[in-house]
């Protein structure tokens, strides 16, 4: 078998000379039909729906939209992963607003496809339309500021590494080793320190844009317990309380390099763990 080679049809020779028979094609007694209104924006809120036109019309059974069917509804989970994973459930229909262009509205149900596509051209939508998500300004200044800090922790996180190398040589009376000579313990744990200070300070600037830009863009979703949030939050706790614990208990050294790892463990893994499974609101969105 090669690429271009001729392939014998074996299983569709029905479907390819006319003889399938497909969901369109069932016609019991008393079935209806439906057809979804939807949207023609990206974003915006509904600001109010009018379904007389298409109720009035002749054929047209019923008009329902969201505020009618979600509560009867189960929520969507768009994950291969499934409801267990932490993330947002999509609501059946938009209720308040609409988020992509095709998210339905309404639904017409009538005697044929023909009539609830006529009715579902009558339903009356009126939208406020919104800013797309990533045309704000604290879009660029939440990622930048949270990157930059996650550098910084970078920078932190290669100096208590070098630490605990340089501890250990010192320990054993060894050379320098296939990494030459290291800085001195008190020079790689001021380094590692002064790293913290200011990842600490750019987090905590990336934590409060963020809640800011996720006030205005998810503020119908649960994204307080998103897990890239609080996997943000356990680092800025983690490393708040390092920080606090060299001021007043006069943590250094070994005890202080190990936490300063653990931390930006933490960070690596929510970087990359939490895209890779797409987990959550940012994971989905990665």
Sequence with gaps: MYIGSRVARKEDRRLV???????????????????????????GQIAGIDTAAAEALPGVHAVYTGADLNGD???????????????????????????FVGDPVAIVVADSRYIAEDA????????????????????????????????????????????????????????????????????????????????LVLLTFGVVSGIVWAHVVWSNRPWMSDPKILFTLLVWLLYVVLLQGRMTAGWRGRWAAQL????FLVIVFSLVGVNVLGIGIHGQAY
């Design 120 to 199: 579902a051209e009558l339903v009356e939508v009126r939208y406020e339309p919104l800013p797309p998500i990533l045309h704000s300004v604290w879009f660029p200044l939440h990622v930048g500021i949270s990157l930059l800090g996650d550098a910084v922790f970078a920078l932190a996180f290669s100096a208590s590494v070098l630490y605990l190398i340089q501890e250990r040589r010192l320990k054993a009376h060894r050379g320098r080793g296939k990494l030459g000579p290291l800085p001195s313990l008190e020079t790689l744990d001021r380094v590692s320190h002064t790293c913290l200070v200011w990842g």
């Design 260 to 263: 300063t790892i653990a931390g």
């Design 73 to 99: 509804a189960g929520p969507m989970y768009h994950s291969l992963f499934g409801p267990n994973v932490p993330q947002f459930p999509q609501r059946p229909m938009a209720v308040t607003s609409v988020e």
């Design 17 to 43: 000379t006319g003889r399938g028979r497909f969901v369109d094609d069932v016609n019991l007694p008393g079935q209806l039909a439906a057809a979804f209104v939807r949207s023609y924006i990206a974003r």
